[in-house]
């Protein structure tokens, strides 16, 4: 990968065509992972019957942190595949699995019809879908630093955009569902729609991707893969990919509680009005998008992890003040929500393009991996559980902004142990 993305130049038309083809599929696995977690509550009442709402809650949450607990699984398996055989054919076969999985999910009975067996199969679901992912976002990295290498912090940028328009689909399919449906319909079968029409859509991601290219870095380097790519990331880069954990740990600590809590908070816990989280959500998405992209166009210019620390600092400084307005229960979401998410741009803009910087070319896609599902295990995937438990325990309804700020403190100090080169950001960090 050339230091600083070869700065002014522009991407090549093919370029540009094998970046939107991989962010697009992204994008589409994302809708379906993540619209899980939108309507958390609906599957909390089809599938784990309880007396006390915030129980089932809990439960259904615990089967969303499944998906996460099984991404560094399936991010050792495909990341094998990806460095030892190619990183287009890990892409094909985690979309179909992904895409089949969201159709089953949408035409699982519930439990009032299958019981246990019913719960049971939906976490199995989960867990595969997790897998999938495992492979998807660090392959979906790695494919277009490769391929897109005279502007790599863009295209990771335009990755990035696209995996937050899936989950702004998501929001929008929500949205849609709930101006045409009756509540009583919308909570009985409304989800059901939801998973099946990503399920449609994700064929269809399946489709446009059998059309990716090899990437020219690895079928440069394809005589020489790595037998045993883990084993050497585990055996010689064992700091970078501690490194590249802390890098990944403010976007995926903000986006986890964002994408998985926020709703399901907002509505519940703080009593805001099912339409308008929707809405602003919507608002909120987008303006992360836009604003992460903006960030990625400069980190091929500027030294990325200033953009990071630049970020962090801003996170750790709001994010408090920012809950306390949400937690009054009258704040004006359309306001708070995108403030939000452009405080974190910085951060989200720049990540992707310092992690595979961590890494040389025969081991990227598994060091990468790792890295990136450690981090987002943790945060992402267990942050909406550690958040309802911090309520619970404390009394305090701000206290998930203490999760946000924890991964923003990590970020800031860990972007300040870098190097300003791309081609060297692991020295400084692991030396010291």
Not at 30 to 35: H, L, M, W
């Amino acid at each position: 990968m050339t230091p600083n993305g070869g700065g002014g130049h522009d991407l090549t038309r093919r370029q540009w065509k094998m970046t939107l083809l991989a962010s697009l599929g992204g994008g589409l696995e994302y809708y379906d992972f993540i619209v899980y977690g939108i309507f958390a509550k609906d599957i909390a009442a089809a599938f784990f019957p309880a007396t006390d709402p915030v129980v089932a809650l809990t439960l259904s949450l615990a089967v969303f942190a499944v998906g996460y607990l099984a991404r560094p699984l399936g991010g050792l398996v495909l990341s094998h595949f990806g460095d030892r055989y190619g990183r287009k054919t890990v892409f094909v076969v985690t979309v179909f699995t992904m895409s089949a999985c969201t159709l089953a999910m949408g035409l699982v009975p519930s439990y009032a019809a299958w019981g246990v067996w019913a719960t049971l199969l939906l976490v199995t679901l989960r867990f595969v879908q997790g897998l999938c992912i495992g492979g998807e976002l660090p392959g979906a990295i790695t494919f277009v630093v490769e391929t897109a290498s005279r502007r790599p912090g863009l295209a990771c940028g335009i990755v990035f955009c696209l995996v937050n328009g899936g989950v702004l689909l998501a929001a929008l399919v929500n949205l849609a569902l709930q101006s045409v449906l009756p509540p009583a319909v919308m909570a009985e079968s409304g989800w059901r729609l939801a998973f099946l029409f990503g399920g449609v859509v994700g064929l269809v991601s399946f489709w446009l991707r059998r059309s990716l290219e090899e990437t020219p870095e690895f079928l440069r380097l394809q005589h020489r893969a790595a037998r045993s790519p883990v084993g050497e990331v585990l055996r010689d880069h064992r700091g970078r990919v501690l490194v590249g954990v802390g890098i990944v740990a403010l976007t995926a600590g903000f986006n986890g509680i964002l994408f998985a809590h926020m709703p399901a908070y907002l509505i519940q816990v703080l009593k805001y009005p099912p339409k308008t989280v929707a809405v602003a959500m919507n608002v909120a998405l987008f303006a992360m998008s836009a604003s992460l992209l903006a960030a990625s166009f400069f980190a091929d210019r500027v030294a990325p992890r200033r953009l990071m620390q630049a970020s962090a600092l801003i996170v750790l400084i709001g994010v408090i003040p920012a809950y306390q307005v949400l937690a009054r229960g009258d704040a004006n979401l359309f306001l708070v929500l995108p403030l939000l998410t452009m405080a974190v741009a910085g951060a989200n803009g720049s990540f992707a393009y310092l992690l595979a910087g961590l890494f040389p070319t025969r081991v990227r896609f598994s060091g990468v991996a790792l890295s990136l599902n450690i981090g987002f295990t943790l945060l992402s995937g267990l942050g909406p559980l550690a958040a309802n438990a911090l309520i619970g325990a404390t009394g305090w309804t701000a206290a998930p902004a203490l999760i946000i700020a924890g991964s923003a403190l990590i970020g800031l100090l860990v972007a300040s142990r870098l190097s300003d080169r791309p081609d060297t950001l692991a020295e400084a960090a692991v030396s010291g």
